[in-house]
């Protein structure tokens, strides 16, 4: 069990001590990502596409939009890695990008044999499948950037952690609550039930 002195420091310290590993994990699967759509714009307008292997129109348009379909669900993959963000938000990241993956998976299927001209084409459900999954993606990102904002201007909050386990979890109190812990320990109060307290108001 941490002491309560163990349990809280600052937003800054906090902030410094995340793992460097994440980071960069986040910062390659974004630069990936960015690649990719690159790559998927000199496919559609250089000899890019021959060297790939893509021959025919047909072939370079579905290379094309493969590449790109793949390449913006990992930047927000990358983006929500690197941002200070909570399990749900990640998960939901993940979620929308296992959703629009989907998408391009039925693109692939089903250009061009099904796509505009066809008799059955499956345009519009590629296209509302992609975007719905984008779009989760997308929106947990928004949380997750409005969150780390929020923690970046505290409106008179302090940041509160607990670390156990190699686990890190973090609950904003008030100024007013923190000096009422400390009175706590400093009177010589439970530093044990001070800590499940805080514990209860943490971040899942």
């Given at each position: 069990?941490?002491?309560?002195?163990?349990?809280?420091?600052?937003?800054r310290?906090?902030r410094?001590?995340?793992?460097?590993?994440?980071?960069?994990?986040?910062?390659?699967?974004?630069?990936l990502?960015?690649?990719?759509?690159?790559?998927?714009?000199?496919?559609?307008?250089?000899?890019l596409?021959?060297?790939?292997?893509?021959?025919?129109?047909?072939?370079?348009?579905?290379?094309?939009g493969?590449?790109?379909?793949?390449?913006?669900?990992?930047?927000?993959?990358?983006?929500?890695?690197?941002?200070?963000?909570?399990?749900?938000?990640?998960?939901?990241?993940?979620?929308?990008?296992?959703?629009?993956?989907?998408?391009?998976?039925?693109?692939s299927?089903?250009y061009?044999?099904?796509?505009?001209?066809?008799?059955?084409?499956?345009?519009?459900?590629?296209?509302?499948?992609?975007?719905?999954?984008?779009?989760?993606?997308?929106?947990?990102?928004?949380?997750?950037?409005?969150?780390?904002?929020?923690?970046?201007?505290?409106?008179?909050?302090v940041?509160?952690?607990?670390?156990?386990?190699?686990?890190?979890?973090?609950?904003?109190?008030?100024?007013?609550?923190?000096?009422?812990?400390?009175?706590?320990?400093?009177?010589?109060?439970?530093?044990?039930?001070?800590?499940?307290?805080?514990?209860?108001?943490?971040?899942?």
């Amino acid at each position: 069990m941490p002491s309560l002195s163990e349990a809280y420091t600052d937003r800054r310290a906090g902030r410094g001590e995340r793992d460097p590993r994440r980071i960069a994990l986040g910062a390659a699967v974004s630069l990936l990502g960015a690649v990719t759509l690159l790559v998927s714009l000199l496919v559609a307008t250089t000899p890019l596409a021959g060297v790939l292997g893509a021959e025919t129109p047909y072939e370079v348009k579905h290379l094309a939009g493969v590449l790109a379909g793949v390449g913006g669900p990992v930047v927000l993959l990358g983006v929500v890695a690197v941002l200070p963000s909570k399990r749900r938000q990640q998960a939901g990241v993940v979620v929308g990008t296992a959703v629009a993956f989907a998408g391009v998976w039925l693109f692939s299927y089903a250009y061009p044999s099904r796509w505009v001209l066809a008799a059955d084409p499956l345009v519009f459900e590629t296209a509302v499948v992609y975007f719905l999954g984008g779009a989760i993606a997308l929106w947990f990102v928004f949380v997750a950037v409005a969150n780390f904002k929020r923690r970046n201007d505290p409106h008179g909050t302090v940041t509160l952690e607990i670390r156990r386990e190699g686990e890190t979890r973090r609950v904003e109190v008030t100024p007013n609550e923190l000096r009422q812990y400390r009175q706590a320990v400093g009177d010589g109060g439970n530093d044990d039930g001070i800590v499940d307290e805080i514990e209860s108001r943490a971040d899942d």
